[in-house]
């Protein structure tokens, strides 16, 4: 299986901006499509970007024109890169395949104050 591991969190104040990575142990070109969640306290897990093998996007209307997901097969890494960061955008971040069949990595945590 698969093990995931998501870095590049942390606390940054309104407008600002951060990239998350999320490196792979084992090859993800297999895998058709990939995705970044986040869950918020109280909230369920929600996935916000889906890029697929041929670089297909997809993004939910949240983060729509702010975030960009990408993946480099060679480096098995998912990349989030997350501009104009509002308070509610304030989560645990995960990736995983765009179905979640992996196994869950801790996340990483994205503090934005106002």
């Known amino acids: 299986q698969v093990q995931l591991v998501e870095s590049g969190g942390g606390l940054v104040q309104a407008g600002g901006s951060l990239r998350l990575s999320c490196a792979a142990s084992?090859?993800?070109?297999?895998?058709?499509?990939m995705g970044w969640y986040r869950q918020a306290p109280g909230k369920q897990r929600e996935l916000v970007a889906e890029?697929?093998?041929?670089?297909?996007?997809n993004y939910a209307d949240s983060v729509k024109g702010r975030f960009t997901i990408s993946r480099d097969n060679a480096k098995k890494t998912v990349y989030l890169q997350m501009n104009s960061l509002k308070p509610e955008d304030t989560a645990v971040y995960y990736c995983n395949s765009n179905t979640g069949r992996l196994p869950w990595g801790k996340g990483t945590q994205v503090t934005v104050s106002s």
């Open positions: 084992g090859s993800i070109s297999s895998i058709n499509a």
């Open positions: 890029v697929t093998s041929g670089d297909s996007t």
